[in-house]
C-alpha cells in the first residue's frame, strides 16, 4: 500500500462507514480554535462555571490559562471527588502481539522497524494471565500490534475469553474494526474499547501514517462510536500529544468524547493522555513542547470538561507526576507494567513499543495510593 496511491480520507474496501455526523462538527470547532485569542478574563469567567461550555473549555486550554493551573487544579479536585470519591483504579496492560501492518513514523512498531517481533501462544496467554492475577489486579487491557493477518479478530476474541475467567473488567487496545467485529469480541467478554487519534490534524495525520489501514483518517476517527453501536459498555478517546499540535490535539479529543456522551449518554467515556516516548530505533523524538505542566494543564481542562469522565495516567509519566495526579485528575493508574510482548511471566517475545518511566510493581502503587489517603480499587463492575 504505497501512500501516494492512498487518500487518507477515503475509506479502503471492507471498512465500515456509519451514519455520523460527529467527525465533520469536531473537525470544524478545531480549525477554527485560535488559543491566542483567549485571555485571563476568559479564564477565570470559565472557572467561576460549573458547567463548562466548548468556549470555556477552549479557554482553559489556552495559554491564557497557564497562570491559573493552581485554580484550576483545586477546582478539579473538587469535581473528582465528587463524582468519583477517593477511590483510585489499577489495571495493568497485556501486550499479545507486536506485529503491524502500518508505517507510522513515531511507532515503535511500525512494519518498517527491525525489531523483535513475536506473538503469544493461548497457553503463553493464559500463563499471562494467571501472573497477573496473582497481583490481586481485576481489570486488563489487552494490546496487539496492528496486523488483521498475525493478530486476527478471532484470535483477540479468544485471548479476551481466557482473560474474561481471571478478570471482572476486559479492556482492548487493538486496530478500528467494524460494528459486527466489535459485537463478537463483546460477546467474549471485552467491556472497554480504547482508540486513540493520534493527532486530529488530517494534514499531520498524512504525514506520519505512510501506509498500512491506520492511513484512513475517518475510519479511525468513528472507532469509538461502532464500538459503542455494537454495545461496548465504554470508550476511551486520546491524542499522542506532541505529536503535532498539543493545544488544538487536546481540544479535538474533548470535542470528540463530549458529542459521543451527547449521542450515546449511556457511554462510559473516558480519557487517555500519552506523550510522545523514546522508542527503539528512534533517533528525532520532537515532543513538540509538551512539558509537565501542559500535560497537567491537559488533564485539568478535561476533568473541568467532563466531570463524570475516566482520566488515565499511564507509565509513561514519572512516578512523582503520577503520584500527584491522581485524586486530583486521575482515577485509574496502571501498574506492574510490561509494554513488550509478554513479559509478565517468562522473558519477552518481542520488543516493546516505548520506554516506560515508571516500573513500580503492583502492590508499590497500592501503597503509595494509600498513602496519598486515596483507596486503591480492584473491582468496580460484576460480570453477570
Same mark, same amino acid.
Given at each position: 500500500?504505497?501512500?501516494?496511491?492512498?487518500?487518507?480520507?477515503?475509506?479502503?474496501?471492507?471498512?465500515?462507514?456509519?451514519?455520523?455526523?460527529?467527525?465533520?462538527?469536531?473537525?470544524?470547532?478545531?480549525?477554527?480554535?485560535?488559543?491566542?485569542?483567549?485571555?485571563? $478574563?476568559? +479564564?477565570? =469567567?470559565?472557572?467561576? &462555571?460549573?458547567? %463548562?461550555? #466548548?468556549?470555556?473549555?477552549?479557554?482553559?486550554? @489556552?495559554?491564557?490559562?497557564?497562570?491559573?493551573?493552581?485554580?484550576?487544579?483545586?477546582?478539579?479536585?473538587?469535581?473528582?471527588?465528587?463524582?468519583?470519591?477517593?477511590?483510585?483504579?489499577?489495571?495493568?496492560?497485556?501486550?499479545?502481539?507486536?506485529?503491524?501492518?502500518?508505517?507510522?513514523?513515531?511507532?515503535?512498531?511500525?512494519?518498517?522497524?527491525?525489531?523483535?517481533?513475536?506473538?503469544?501462544?493461548?497457553?503463553?496467554?493464559?500463563?499471562?494471565? $494467571?501472573? +497477573?492475577? =496473582?497481583?490481586?489486579? &481485576?481489570?486488563? %487491557?489487552? #494490546?496487539?500490534?496492528?496486523?488483521?493477518?498475525? @493478530?486476527?479478530?478471532?484470535?483477540?476474541?479468544?485471548?479476551?475469553?481466557?482473560?474474561?475467567?481471571?478478570?471482572?473488567?476486559?479492556?482492548?487496545?487493538?486496530?478500528?474494526?467494524?460494528?459486527?467485529?466489535?459485537?463478537?469480541?463483546?460477546?467474549?467478554?471485552?467491556?472497554?474499547?480504547?482508540?486513540?487519534?493520534?493527532?486530529?490534524?488530517?494534514?499531520?495525520?498524512?504525514?506520519?501514517?505512510?501506509?498500512?489501514?491506520?492511513?484512513?483518517?475517518?475510519?479511525?476517527?468513528?472507532?469509538?462510536?461502532?464500538?459503542?453501536?455494537?454495545?461496548?459498555?465504554?470508550?476511551?478517546?486520546?491524542?499522542?500529544?506532541?505529536?503535532?499540535?498539543?493545544?488544538?490535539?487536546?481540544?479535538?479529543?474533548?470535542?470528540?468524547?463530549?458529542?459521543?456522551?451527547?449521542?450515546?449518554?449511556?457511554?462510559?467515556?473516558?480519557?487517555?493522555?500519552?506523550?510522545?516516548?523514546?522508542?527503539?530505533?528512534?533517533?528525532?523524538?520532537?515532543?513538540?513542547?509538551?512539558?509537565?505542566?501542559?500535560?497537567?494543564?491537559?488533564?485539568?481542562?478535561?476533568?473541568?470538561?467532563?466531570?463524570?469522565?475516566?482520566?488515565?495516567?499511564?507509565?509513561?509519566?514519572?512516578?512523582?507526576?503520577?503520584?500527584?495526579?491522581?485524586?486530583?485528575?486521575?482515577?485509574?493508574?496502571?501498574?506492574?507494567?510490561?509494554?513488550?510482548?509478554?513479559?509478565?511471566?517468562?522473558?519477552?517475545?518481542?520488543?516493546?513499543?516505548?520506554?516506560?518511566?515508571?516500573?513500580?510493581?503492583?502492590?508499590?502503587?497500592?501503597?503509595?495510593?494509600?498513602?496519598?489517603?486515596?483507596?486503591?480499587?480492584?473491582?468496580?463492575?460484576?460480570?453477570?
Amino acid at each position: 500500500m504505497k501512500s501516494e496511491h492512498v487518500n487518507h480520507l477515503n475509506y479502503l474496501d471492507g471498512m465500515e462507514a456509519i451514519d455520523s455526523d460527529i467527525m465533520e462538527k469536531v473537525l470544524a470547532l478545531v480549525n477554527k480554535y485560535d488559543y491566542h485569542q483567549y485571555t485571563s $478574563k476568559d +479564564v477565570e =469567567r470559565a472557572l467561576m &462555571k460549573d458547567l %463548562l461550555t #466548548l468556549e470555556d473549555y477552549a479557554a482553559i486550554l @489556552s495559554p491564557a490559562a497557564m497562570p491559573y493551573l493552581e485554580d484550576m487544579a483545586s477546582k478539579a479536585t473538587t469535581k473528582t471527588k465528587r463524582h468519583f470519591g477517593n477511590s483510585v483504579s489499577i489495571f495493568t496492560p497485556l501486550y499479545i502481539s507486536n506485529y503491524c501492518e502500518n508505517h507510522c513514523i513515531y511507532c515503535g512498531f511500525n512494519c518498517h522497524n527491525k525489531i523483535k517481533r513475536g506473538m503469544l501462544s493461548f497457553a503463553e496467554i493464559e500463563e499471562e494471565l $494467571k501472573e +497477573v492475577a =496473582r497481583t490481586g489486579l &481485576k481489570e486488563i %487491557l489487552i #494490546l496487539t500490534g496492528e496486523s488483521r493477518h498475525k @493478530s486476527g479478530v478471532e484470535y483477540i476474541g479468544e485471548a479476551i475469553r481466557l482473560a474474561a475467567n481471571y478478570f471482572s473488567t476486559v479492556g482492548i487496545e487493538i486496530y478500528p474494526l467494524n460494528t459486527d467485529e466489535y459485537s463478537l469480541l463483546k460477546a467474549c467478554g471485552a467491556d472497554f474499547v480504547s482508540v486513540y487519534q493520534e493527532t486530529y490534524n488530517t494534514d499531520k495525520y498524512e504525514q506520519v501514517h505512510l501506509s498500512g489501514p491506520k492511513r484512513i483518517f475517518p475510519y479511525r476517527f468513528n472507532s469509538q462510536e461502532r464500538a459503542l453501536l455494537s454495545g461496548m459498555r465504554g470508550v476511551a478517546f486520546g491524542a499522542l500529544l506532541g505529536l503535532d499540535n498539543f493545544r488544538k490535539d487536546a481540544f479535538a479529543v474533548g470535542l470528540h468524547a463530549f458529542f459521543i456522551q451527547q449521542k450515546y449518554p449511556h457511554a462510559e467515556i473516558s480519557f487517555s493522555t500519552p506523550r510522545l516516548r523514546p522508542y527503539i530505533n528512534n533517533e528525532k523524538n520532537n515532543p513538540n513542547d509538551v512539558h509537565e505542566k501542559q500535560l497537567l494543564q491537559v488533564m485539568l481542562a478535561y476533568r473541568l470538561f467532563m466531570p463524570f469522565a475516566g482520566i488515565t495516567i499511564s507509565t509513561r509519566e514519572r512516578a512523582g507526576f503520577r503520584d500527584n495526579v491522581i485524586g486530583m485528575v486521575a482515577t485509574k493508574i496502571s501498574a506492574g507494567v510490561c509494554v513488550g510482548v509478554g513479559g509478565h511471566k517468562e522473558d519477552e517475545k518481542g520488543d516493546e513499543q516505548f520506554e516506560i518511566s515508571d516500573s513500580r510493581s503492583v502492590s508499590e502503587v497500592h501503597q503509595m495510593i494509600l498513602n496519598r489517603g486515596l483507596q486503591p480499587v480492584y473491582t468496580d463492575y460484576i460480570r453477570v
